[in-house]
């Protein structure tokens, strides 16, 4: 599948495009129903919080809001789905770099009482760089629109900054950043067909709303690096592309070449405190 010249420019100009088409309908369908029963085998309802279950009003119905890092739990599922669909190949389309597999996550929306997810960015949470080949691939296992939730995006936004950001009351794992920050005259919805991806840089500001319909609204999100990349944080650090046996049987075809992994930059050491003597002068100290 090859993006057309207006597609690449549209990723680029907005921060995020639409692909229709990209896994067949019944293929998502199957990830959808998959992704589901992979998320009752340890849901809890009773269990408090809002990182795993979206409840109704009342309290009385709580359904799966969350799955952490399919892939890791059932490869041979999640692999073949990802790495013998077109998706891989438009990621490195967009970015010109080979895609390193880091982390994924399936988000559902259940009907009716699916959870709005505050505007964020996701580079706020990955502080991975470069951050231009940092990029989001949103499977649609539905077909997603305002009533059940799209992902919506600030036009643009991936060319400013990072921005300071604090825990959402409620929901106090997602941060967010002030309001004031967002420049909601340049939301735009990503309504998309079941098999469709969105993709988004990872610097764009988006969000999603709460599922008002009687619908679901399922979607994996899939997220790539480049091959030199740094981080500040420990994201690198769980990356699946250092766990190769998660490639196994399925997919050693598919497996990141040695020299494709990233190379991860030492971070930068602290100044030393103020009167250390220069490394040459304390060695002759030692000496
Ligand atoms: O699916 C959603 O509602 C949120 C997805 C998201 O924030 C992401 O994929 O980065």
Known sequence: MKLTR????????????????????????????????????????????????????????????????????????YGPLIYESPMLGLVQQLTGSVPIFTIDQVFFKPPRHGSPKAYHQDNAYFLVRPDDQVITAWIAMDDVDEGNGCLRYIDGSHLGEILPCKPVPGFEHDLTPEPSAIDMTKESLAIVKKGGVVFHHSRTLHTSGSNTSDRWRRGYATHWIGARSTCDNTTLDHGYFRKPELWNGWGEKFRAKESDLPIITPKPEAPPPPGTPPPAVAAKARA
């Open 6 to 77: 207006e597609q690449y420019d549209t990723y680029w100009k907005r921060g995020w495009l639409v692909v229709e088409g990209v896994f067949p309908a019944e293929v998502a369908e199957r990830a959808a129903q998959h992704s589901l029963d992979l998320a009752m085998k340890t849901f809890d309802a009773s269990a408090p919080g809002t990182y795993h279950a979206d409840r109704s009003a009342d309290g009385k119905v709580a359904l799966p809001r969350k799955v952490h890092r399919p892939f890791e739990q059932d490869p041979n599922f």
